[in-house]
């Protein structure tokens, strides 16, 4: 017996986002800047995001969860 793989004929297509945020906006210090990074507001958000990148790259959260909660950010129109 013959094993065929079976192809779809379905189109497939990639989706990927896009941004230009690059990073948390963040000072040395770990505060957050008014406007950085692509990012306006949110600072204790962001502030709390740089913990949590800080413990990942020291390898403090290997093998753990983190669960974010809250809205999503707010998206203004240009045209207001």
Same mark, same amino acid.
């Given at each position: #017996?013959?094993?065929?793989e079976v192809k779809? =004929?379905?189109? =497939?297509?990639r989706?990927?986002?896009h941004?230009h945020? *690059?990073? +948390?906006g963040?000072?040395?210090? &770990? /505060?957050?800047? /008014?406007m950085?990074? &692509?990012?306006v507001?949110?600072q204790a958000?962001r502030?709390?995001?740089?913990i949590?990148v800080d413990m990942i *790259?020291? *390898?403090? #959260?290997?093998g753990?969860?983190? +669960? #974010?909660?809250g809205?999503?950010?707010?998206?203004?129109s240009k =045209?207001?």
């Amino acid at each position: #017996m013959k094993i065929e793989e079976v192809k779809s =004929t379905v189109k =497939t297509q990639r989706i990927s986002s896009h941004s230009h945020v *690059k990073g +948390l906006g963040l000072k040395e210090n &770990g /505060e957050a800047n /008014e406007m950085a990074a &692509g990012l306006v507001g949110q600072q204790a958000a962001r502030e709390a995001a740089g913990i949590v990148v800080d413990m990942i *790259k020291s *390898k403090k #959260m290997a093998g753990r969860a983190i +669960l #974010m909660a809250g809205h999503p950010p707010f998206l203004l129109s240009k =045209t207001l």
